[in-house]
């Protein structure tokens, strides 16, 4: 059975930071690419970062350069999300991913397996 497990998150201050995980299991993560995405009350699924092993390639939204780092630990089968400098807005459900990376910028339906989620909140 295939499973991704996010974990991490929490309730942060602002300018605070987190480190999300998203563990797999039942797949090889190195084989796809694997995205956060991320969705705050009331608004539409975002994605927030991707990173492919195979060819080096990593995406963040603009929102978050320069704050966020994904990174990949093949030998634990998991990918981290770095979360430094967080904002209020960046309050949401975060979601890992995998699948295939087509397009220029995250697109839910290229991704294959899905997490639960993990809840991140960021007080003013």
């Known amino acids: 059975e295939v499973q991704l497990v996010e974990s991490g998150g929490g309730l942060v201050q602002a300018g605070g930071s987190l480190r999300l995980s998203c563990a797999g299991s039942?797949?090889?993560?190195?084989?796809?690419?694997i995205a956060w995405f991320r969705q705050a009350p009331g608004k539409e699924r975002e994605g927030v970062s991707i990173?492919?092993?195979?060819?080096?390639?990593?995406y963040y939204r603009d929102s978050v350069k320069g704050r966020f780092t994904i990174s990949s630990d093949s030998a634990k089968n998991t990918v981290y999300l770095q979360m430094n400098s967080l904002k209020p807005e960046d309050t949401a459900v975060y979601y890992c991913a995998a699948g295939s990376w087509l397009s220029s910028f995250p697109v839910e339906d290229e991704y294959d397996y899905w997490g639960q989620g993990t809840q991140v909140t960021v007080s003013s």
């Open positions: 990173i492919s092993t195979h060819d080096d390639s990593i």
């Open positions: 039942g797949l090889t993560l190195d084989d796809y690419a």
